[in-house]
């Protein structure tokens, strides 16, 4: 007989974490629609010609390939089976499962760019697979959840994006939170005053490990990397920054004075900023971060990135500003600035701060328990009337004793019982148990209905 | 350069799709819900060992197989490569994508079997894929939507499905539709009153076709198929059978008299009938089908079909009870019910009636247009009391003119716009403008809110 099993670093949802994962969701898709995104889903399977070499080395090599259909083998030759795995793979696989949201909304611009309206404003929550090494926190079937604008270098959307940060994780009831924030021009200017233009790749790899391995061991790093004793004095300021945004923005302007990209990247941020203080939302948990880099990848103006603080846990939210999402396909020069959420991680957040609501989101709020088919029949109209009423409700299908249904509504944390036994029958008032206060009424089915309609929680 | 493209047989869904299909599956959702089921997910990926075999031999060929990840063909003889591909492909593939809800979902009840509270019942909302050949309304990604209750095999269970489809169709708008249903020992039954005994599976075979060919050609292929020519005479109630469900009960307790499982299965769905009146459903559309097999396949009792009526498209619904759903996986006599809601086609449906509703469910309500930065500013915090209020909206993010910013705002199917350009600086009134009917008035940023609080559909 065979013993079932789930793939490695795949998971099952039950009703409990469905429940929560549908209200973080639900919550983030709702705060993102009030900001004017729009849905869009693209489909699980891509083209290999799509996804390879958009990843770079390692990311060819972590795509879910899936095997062509019918007899794929029939056309390979003997060499072929001697030639790497890689080569092989093209020959025999010519799809590959979602690998991030970012390269699929590019395809996705292009082959719609004459249908879409400018700036393009869009969410996305699907899930990615990646053939990682499946170890605590991360998965190899995990949801992610991206929102972007392209078709603008306004940064009006810089602003937003922070605004919706921040509504998101408030509705989500996190409150102690961190938006980092950095531009890439700065890490360029910063590269060009300490004597090592164009070396900001490499300055911003060891630059955000800081956080990590502290500032000596970045030190050596740079060292190690050519950045010669000179830059590597040169670039103190970058150690010791105020948290206070304007003196750190000050002190910036007089590092990068000779550098005219690091002076716009400052003049980027200082607008952004401004623009978050004209919304009006004066607690504003953003800091400018000048270390932050997250490996650079393909940003060229503002980097974002969100820390949960007080919980042990890494970044739930990253994004950035981009010139060329589309150049691959052939559409280049689309600018756009996007943030990814991070479903899994914060979903262990609010587990660790208890942030979810008690009230069982999804289940049953009404059980109704009969002895016998008569009771039953009683039962049912309710149950149709509590539903028109949009409380979720349900009997207990088959005969059984009482024990044994109450037992099943506390299994399934449903909040009221209704008891119809032969006293019920005959008084035609029904029992109506609170199964969290233990408190038992006798009434009538419509008293039970709007007595129910205002309490339960819908 | 590269001209990307979407696989065969999948589809990206924009912003409008998407907002019809979140109302689709949200108002299935809130439904299911009201009935007690609680939603479950399962992974994409699948091990082969847990797919394979279960769906039959075409089954197997039409799973998309996934590679496995690194050196998949190292270990590879120059013999594996000779077998055939399907032998080949389990040596260089070990997990597969999922083919439908019910194997994942036979899977995790084995696998949850201490921790679930029988009954379960539970609903699964996911893609499945198929590499079926592509064709009008096939897909090889799609949706399905699934709801069982196993651990019981009361009837009353039998009577929510039914209940529930109802109230999902109509909470669609759908309201020209038949739910069929037969039962599998009433097939059963015939197939023993008519001298055919145990041969109900090639009998439905035939039977199942019956729309499709007309009498004739069903007769002539049960001939094809070895049934005596007394048999097919012996058939004739069944190409008759009266509309009103209490004359067809009546005509069939007295035809399958002689066997006793088919007047079991008679009992059964009378009970289902009286089940549904008991709940106060007077204008169940529903209709004895004694024709209706849907291949059998795995089902033991009851087994339904939805119709939408006067649309041309196949059935979008059907379902049954089985009494073996978890044998495969070392767990029998688990038995269930369920019903498969099949989404692409209620979209298609809906689309045809016209049943989705206009308000852009998921669009932006407000475009806030400005002249320069100065209006900008004067429109940032109305744009945060807006959003406050739960009200979409946002502002074009580029200094424009006037037309191309309302050009967006209709091209997003956006219904209110407020005008901030000099005037409105000047005196503090903004315009609001209603894109529908073109009325325009002066307002404070207050009063605008107030008004569109109450006008706007949330």
């Given amino acids: 007989m ?39 889903e693209t489909p699980t399977l891509e083209n290999l010609s799509v996804l390879m070499g958009k990843y770079g080395e390692e990311g060819d090599q972590l795509l879910f390939k899936v095997l062509n259909s019918g007899d794929f083998a029939k056309d390979l030759t003997e060499t072929d089976w001697q030639e790497n795995a890689r080569k092989l793979t093209l020959k025999i696989s010519e799809k590959g ?3 991030d949201l970012t390269v699929p909304f590019a395809r996705y611009v292009v082959m719609n760019r004459h249908a879409l309206t400018m700036p393009f404003k869009r969410y996305q929550i699907q899930p990615v697979w990646r053939a990682d090494r499946p170890q605590k926190g991360r998965y190899r079937e995990f949801v992610q959840c991206d929102a972007d604008v392209v078709g603008t270098d306004s940064l009006l959307c810089e602003a937003e994006i922070v605004l919706m940060l921040h509504e998101s994780l408030r509705n989500l009831g996190i409150q102690d939170f961190t938006v980092k924030i950095n531009n890439r021009k700065i890490l360029t200017g910063i590269a060009e005053v300490v004597g090592a233009a164009g070396q900001e790749g490499l300055l911003a790899i060891a630059i955000d490990k800081l956080d990590k391995i502290g500032k000596e061991k970045v030190v050596e790093e740079l060292k190690q990397r050519g950045f010669s004793d000179e830059s590597i004095d040169k670039l103190e300021p970058m ?26 990247g400052v003049a980027e941020l200082e607008e952004v900023w401004q623009l978050i203080a004209q919304y009006g939302l004066n607690d504003a948990r953003m800091q ?13 103006g503002a980097i974002f990135e969100v820390k949960a603080n007080g919980v042990q ?11 060329n999402l589309t150049g691959a396909f052939g559409m280049p020069g689309l600018s756009g600035v996007g943030i990814s959420l991070g479903v899994d991680r914060i979903y262990d957040v609010m587990e660790e701060l208890n942030l979810f609501p008690d009230t069982g ?12 088919t008569e009771g039953r029949s009683l039962g049912l109209p309710l149950l149709s009337q509590l539903r028109a ?4 409700a349900e009997a207990y299908p088959d005969s059984a004793k009482v024990k044994k249904q109450l037992d099943y509504a506390n299994a399934k944390s449903i909040p009221y019982v209704v008891l119809i036994g032969s006293e019920e029958l005959q008084t035609g008032l029904l029992g109506l148990k609170n ?7 006798k009434l009538t089915a419509d008293e039970i209905v709007a007595r129910l309609k205002d309490e339960v929680s819908k």
């Fill in 361 to 372: 989101l999804q289940s049953t709020q009404v059980l109704v328990v009969h002895l016998d």
């Fill in 313 to 323: 846990i890494g970044s739930i939210s990253g994004g950035g500003r981009y010139d």
């Fill in 288 to 300: 400018l971060d000048v270390t932050l880099a997250r490996g650079l990848s393909y940003y060229t």
């Fill in 97 to 99: 499962l979602r690998y």
């Fill in 435 to 441: 199964m969290v206060t233990g408190q038992q009424e």
């Fill in 2 to 40: 065979q013993k079932p099993s789930l793939p490695r670093g795949t998971r099952d949802f039950g009703p409990e974490q469905m429940s929560k994962r549908l209200f973080l969701l639900e919550t983030i898709r709702q705060t993102f629609r009030r900001y004017g995104f729009q849905p869009i």
């Fill in 389 to 392: 009423q949009n409380i979720p």
């Fill in 239 to 264: 150690f010791q920054f105020p948290d206070q945004a304007q003196a750190a923005f000050d002190q910036l302007k007089s590092w990068l004075a000779p550098s005219e990209v690091g002076l716009k």
